[in-house]
């Protein structure tokens, strides 16, 4: 017989005792219980993640109101600009702490979520720097969540290997390995396994907390050369944001008795606000800061977000919205700028293609616009820059390694200070553009695609020899709900039609049935298709715009354990 647990669990009824975590006062664990995740989820680990929430938490709450009240400024007209009241810190001469050696060279950067086989093969891959990712190219369900704390704690000590059963293949590390940066979720979202003082903890903290406390002495003396762990923070709008972070370090090293500004990480400037607070952003983390990063995908996304409320910011389809579009390119020109005067890193954006491997032609054609892509970039004065898939390091080696010579950067070489002129015209100019049946529809089509596999457990998804995640999945939702707000005209493919409910509609429809022929009927049948369809549309007919795709999926994949109590 059968009997129902508190969430929805349906454990046996019988005697047995439930075997649960050993949490500290206060902390309960609502996922499910696993011997090897309780290597990872151990009652000192759990005490120091529920000092960091406890510490951090008003503080935490306080920021994401202020996000709130500048969308508010936004959608009644206003625009993002640079703050007045931090004119020094933009205007006199500072530097950050210097950068260590171990992460001096960063011409390529491999990223990926963090799965085992993932992992070993970013790190074998011959990048120079892996960044293991807990945020946009991760599903964040309990299990991928906790393996990949087990996976990362493997990495670190060395010891990790992968036996691919079909292939009949092991894999382990190299002698060399990329140096490893890990990127936690951003301030907004919750981790609702773990309840601390009866609320959801902060995802960040929890992705950070964890892997901190198990990984710091080992990685500072096999990767780091004293320094470390080494991160990357997303999804920031404003330096006091940034600050928090600060304090986070601090806290973590006096808790583990290690220098001030071992811990080092590199910021995403992958939303519109934050290109406004680059200068302060830095300045709150220059004692822990190893520079900024061009989230270009992210920041399209921020882009609409950021004007949801002004009918005269429309965007063209997203496939013509690169960087050589005026907005882009000053962020890119300014970021660089910031970076060098300060002292350190300015990293280029990510190329999202992949190999092509049953079209010998069509592969050497994308493989020339990335070549392009980071010769512009490292032009331009870039450190380094991602790629999305291990096929594409040679290519992007090869244009860095050409333009820089033995340089490890050109942080001190190129300092543009021709990109002191931007301004917040510049960085907020219209981008120029067409719309087009075919941007609606690959719109819906990736974002049905990408959110299937998000809702099933994938959160870095091949689509189209382009490896999405939930930033392109995002432009391609709000960039939905722009035009349907608005009623936009598809002006590049002469129909003149107006985007509007009935037509999304037919093409969802039409969408749906070509992905069931794409993907195979069983294949269909099989995956979420419908249920992402429904959540998808939803988010591009609401009459709110949604902060975040992610935020509103991640009820669908919670799965809620009961409390561990003594009998059942």
Excluded at 208 to 222: C, I
Excluded at 322 to 333: A, R, V
Excluded at 471 to 478: D, G, L
Excluded at 481 to 503: I, M, P
């Amino acid at each position: 017989m059968l009997g129902l647990g508190t969430y929805g669990y349906t454990a046996p009824m019988a005697s047995k005792t439930v075997v649960g975590y050993e949490a500290p006062d206060g902390v309960d664990i609502r996922g499910r219980y696993d011997e090897e995740l309780a290597k990872i989820l151990t009652k000192d680990a759990l005490q120091f993640v529920a000092d960091l929430q406890r510490e951090f938490r008003s503080r935490i709450k306080y920021a994401m109101e202020c996000r709130r009240e500048a969308k508010r400024r936004y959608n009644e007209g206003a625009l993002p600009g640079f703050d007045p009241a931090t004119r020094y810190v933009r205007e006199v001469d500072w530097v950050c702490a210097p950068v260590p050696t171990a992460v001096a060279d960063r011409k390529v950067e491999i990223t990926g979520p963090v799965e085992r086989k993932m992992i070993i093969n970013a790190l074998n891959s011959g990048a120079k720097v892996f960044m293991a990712d807990f945020e946009d190219a991760l599903s964040p369900s309990w299990e991928n969540l906790m393996r990949g704390q087990v996976n990362l704690k493997d990495a670190v000590d060395g010891t990790i290997s992968f036996h691919d059963q079909a292939r009949n293949r092991v894999y382990r590390l190299n002698d060399q390995t990329a140096k490893l940066f890990v990127r936690p979720r951003g301030w907004h979202l919750p981790e609702a396994h773990v309840l601390i003082d009866g609320e959801p903890a902060t995802g960040c903290l929890v992705d950070f907390g964890l892997y901190f406390f198990h990984n710091y002495a080992t990685f500072r003396r096999r990767q780091g050369e004293g320094f470390g762990p080494f991160f990357y923070l997303p999804k920031m709008e404003h330096s006091r944001e940034a600050k928090i972070w600060n304090c986070v370090f601090e806290r973590a090293e006096k808790m583990a008795g290690i220098e001030r500004g071992s811990i080092r990480a590199t910021v995403l400037i992958e939303t519109l606000p934050a290109v406004f607070q680059m200068d302060e952003i830095l300045y709150e983390l220059r004692d822990h800061s190893v520079g900024l990063n061009c989230g270009r995908w992210d920041y399209i996304f921020s882009y609409v977000k950021t004007f949801q409320g002004h009918s005269d910011r429309l965007l063209p389809d997203r496939v013509q919205v690169g960087m050589t579009q005026h907005f882009m390119k000053s962020y890119s020109d300014l970021l660089i700028r910031t970076c060098h005067r300060h002292g350190v890193h300015a990293m280029g954006g990510m190329a999202a293609q992949i190999p092509i491997r049953d079209d010998p032609a069509a592969n050497e054609a994308a493989l020339d616009l990335v070549r392009k892509d980071k010769q512009r970039e490292v032009r331009a004065g870039h450190d380094g820059t991602w790629a999305a898939h291990p096929g594409l390091i040679p290519a992007c080696m090869e244009v860095f390694n050409n333009n820089m010579g033995n340089a490890a950067n050109q942080i001190q070489t190129m300092k543009r200070e021709d990109a002191a002129n931007i301004t917040e015209v510049d960085l907020i100019q219209r981008p120029r553009g067409v719309r087009t049946m075919e941007g609606l529809r690959l719109n819906t089509r990736v974002g049905i695609q990408y959110l299937a596999a998000w809702l099933t457990g994938t959160g870095s998804v091949p689509l189209y020899n382009l490896m999405e995640d939930a930033a392109t999945a995002e432009i391609s939702r709000v960039q939905n709900w722009q035009w349907l707000k608005y009623g936009v005209e598809l002006d590049g493919d002469g129909l003149g039609v107006k985007v509007s409910l009935d037509l999304f509609g037919r093409v969802v429809e039409e969408e749906m049935a070509r992905i069931e022929r794409e993907v195979g009927r069983e294949k269909f049948k099989k995956g979420m298709y419908k249920e992402a369809c429904k959540i998808f549309t939803r988010q591009c007919t609401t009459p709110t715009l949604d902060d975040f795709l992610t935020l509103d999926a991640y009820n669908h994949i919670v799965t809620h354990h009961p409390k561990p109590s003594s009998r059942l």
